[in-house]
């Protein structure tokens, strides 16, 4: 079965604007997480998305927000891009909400700001 | 607050010597302890989780509550192991990992 998809894979954003990145789960997994990579921070949880509904929150400014929808695909979006925000976004999704489920990560999508 | 170590940003062994990746954690809770694997320009996977006590491509990693650690190790290293390696910790309430920093696994012919 297909796995994690992300779009786009790359993009380039200028200051100030605001981004929105997509993804769509494995079939049948109702749990979706971001995660942001960068050189000095490594990885660092976002958020989780469970039926619709924010379960979890990361330490992240309320520029980073996203959202679940129906048929579980996710998105999320930051505005007021600063250049810090360059990162690689990774979305993750697993199959339930149940302890411990494998979390399995798309490729992530490149978003450099300039 | 959860916390997970890795120590060494890089380990560099040559084919066939054993290998061990460390990690150490601090977390409030009974932890779940997992190691993903990213392979150069492929995504991030799961290679165990310490529920399993399994042995995956010839990994193991042991979960020491005394000393709040869960390091990698395999024997024998083989070139296609070369990869970075990340220890997480999954929170109790939710999908939510706690990564350590990474470190880079070069295995040298």
């Known amino acids: 079965k297909a796995g994690v998809t992300q779009t786009p894979r790359y993009l380039i954003k200028t200051r100030g604007q605001q981004v929105t990145l997509s993804c769509s789960p494995i079939?049948?997994?109702?749990?979706v997480s971001w995660y942001q990579q960068t050189p000095g921070q490594g990885l660092q949880f976002l958020f989780e998305?469970?039926?619709?509904?924010?379960?979890n929150k990361g330490n992240f400014p309320g520029r980073f927000s996203g959202r679940q929808f129906s048929n579980s695909r996710s998105e999320m979006n930051v505005s007021t891009l600063e250049l810090g925000d360059s990162a690689l976004y990774l979305c993750a999704s697993s199959l339930a909400a149940g302890y411990s489920p494998t979390i399995y990560f798309g490729e992530g999508s490149w978003l450099t700001v300039v | 607050a959860q916390r997970v170590t890795q120590p060494e940003k890089l380990l560099s062994v040559f084919k066939g010597a054993p290998v061990e990746l460390k990690c150490n954690y601090s977390?409030?809770?009974?932890?779940?302890l997992f190691w993903y694997v990213q392979y150069s320009r492929q995504r991030l996977q799961l290679l165990l989780r310490?529920?399993s006590r399994e042995s995956i491509k010839g990994f193991t990693a042991d979960l020491n509550k005394g000393e709040t650690s869960f390091h990698l190790k395999k024997p024998f290293a083989q070139e296609e192991d070369s990869a970075m390696y990340y220890c997480a910790l999954q929170h109790n309430a939710g999908n939510m990992l706690t990564f350590g920093g990474g470190t880079r696994l070069m295995v040298k012919p």
């Open positions: 998305y469970f039926s619709e509904t924010q379960r």
């Open positions: 310490h529920i």
């Open positions: 079939s049948g997994h109702r749990s």
């Open positions: 977390y409030s809770g009974s932890p779940e």
